[in-house]
């Protein structure tokens, strides 16, 4: 059995989203925590969890990426009970029968998105049209005998060095070249 974890590969998501899931929980779509809203008219941090976020179900906090993980019946128990749990208390679900049926649907959904290998990486693209929400998904394969790494990384810059006109972010950490 395969299921979903967050994945933090550098510190954005907590910049890019109000809250962000810690690392290493269980996460499902959470496609649903948009049922009442026009993904069109979201703005911010609510938009950019509308459109790329999946659902820490601990936290109730988004991710960027989540990773195929390998798991045990007893996991997958304990995230159906976690997320009807959540669901009762964070999202007004009426009793834990409905919100267990509804966590189960989530879950499988999520099973459904972990075909490839253990360690993919797969990320969501949401879309709103006509009332209706569109996910889409895919996965981020790492070259051969590369390691998941940041996906950012940070240079010091000396305070007395001035950018010119033609500084470009891509020549960011380069050694300088004479010209």
């Given at each position: 059995m395969k299921l979903l974890r967050t994945i933090a590969l550098d510190p954005s998501d907590t910049f890019v989203f109000d809250v962000a899931a810690e690392p290493g929980e269980w996460a499902v779509s959470g496609a649903f925590r948009f049922w009442d809203c026009d993904g069109a008219k979201l703005q911010g941090k609510a938009r950019a969890a509308f459109r790329g976020g999946f659902l820490g179900v601990q936290s109730w906090g988004w991710s960027?990426?989540?990773?195929?993980?390998?798991?045990?019946?007893?996991?997958?128990?304990?995230l159906v009970?976690?997320?009807?749990?959540?669901?009762?208390?964070?999202?007004g679900a009426p009793d834990m029968a409905a919100a267990k049926t509804a966590a189960e649907e989530e879950v499988a959904f999520a099973q459904s998105l972990c075909s490839h290998p253990i360690s993919s990486l797969i990320a969501v693209h949401r879309t709103s049209s006509?009332?209706?929400?569109?996910?889409?998904?895919?996965?981020?394969?790492?070259?051969?005998?590369?390691?998941h790494g940041k996906a950012f990384s940070f240079i010091e810059m000396e305070d007395d060095v001035e950018p010119d006109g033609d500084l470009r972010l891509a020549d960011l950490g380069r050694e300088p070249t004479v010209r």
């Open positions: 960027t990426l989540a990773q195929i993980v390998p798991a045990t019946a007893d996991d997958y128990h304990g009970d976690l997320l009807s749990r959540q669901l009762v208390d964070r999202f006509d009332g209706e929400v569109r996910e889409s998904f895919r996965r981020l394969q790492l070259r051969e005998g590369q390691g």
